[in-house]
């Protein structure tokens, strides 16, 4: 709901993320995420576990149901034996992910999410929808940022004010170190 008075033109939604963030990362003594909470070492080991890349793949990958590993690899583009391996250890390790192994011949393992896993899985799949809803913008604003022009010739309104406003705050060069030259006012 969007405040009307002039004094507050901060939509609600906004001010409560404003001060979930300031409770999570604030610089006061005690945040949940600063090094003054015992717990931030925890805190900061599963967000950096879930913020990786094969991570995130896996647990959306997961979200459907079981599978052996040659099938979730298969689904997962790019990612290696090892790095699979290694990624399925992990979020084991952290509770997220369970193995079944059944004795077969020839063996047969199976991954499947586990209901702590399954509840992070929402969260992960609304950034990936996030993402997709967004990336043209993205693009527009690396592009601005690069010195490159946009990649997609049929750019919206909203990618446009994008990078107006990306070309505002980053006018003159980029970090590849060529000039840009600076948006007209």
């Not at 793949?57 to 979730?72: C, M, P, Q, S, Y």
């Not at 079944?100 to 047969?108: D, L, N, S, V, W």
């Amino acid at each position: 709901m969007l405040s009307t008075t002039v004094d507050d033109p901060v939509d609600d939604s906004t001010d409560d993320t404003r001060r979930a963030a300031a409770e999570l990362f604030g610089g006061r003594p005690g945040g949940v995420c600063t090094t003054a909470n015992p717990e931030s070492r925890v805190i900061r080991e599963v967000l950096s576990r879930v913020g990786d890349k094969w991570s995130l793949l896996v647990i959306g990958a997961l979200h459907d149901g079981a599978l052996r590993f040659t099938e979730l690899q298969r689904r997962i583009d790019g990612i290696s034996h090892r790095m699979l391996t290694q990624t399925l250890r992990s979020l084991e390790r952290d509770g997220l992910v369970s193995r079944t192994a059944y004795a077969e011949i020839p063996p047969r393992v199976e991954y499947s999410a586990t209901p702590l896993g399954t509840s992070l899985s929402e969260p992960v799949l609304e950034l990936v929808r996030w993402a997709a809803a967004h990336h043209d913008e993205i693009d527009a604003a690396r592009a601005v940022y690069d010195g490159d022009e946009p990649t997609t010739a049929d750019t919206d309104s909203a990618t446009d004010e994008t990078m107006h406003r990306a070309g505002t705050h980053r006018a003159g060069t980029n970090r590849a170190g060529t000039n840009r030259a600076a948006p007209n006012a």
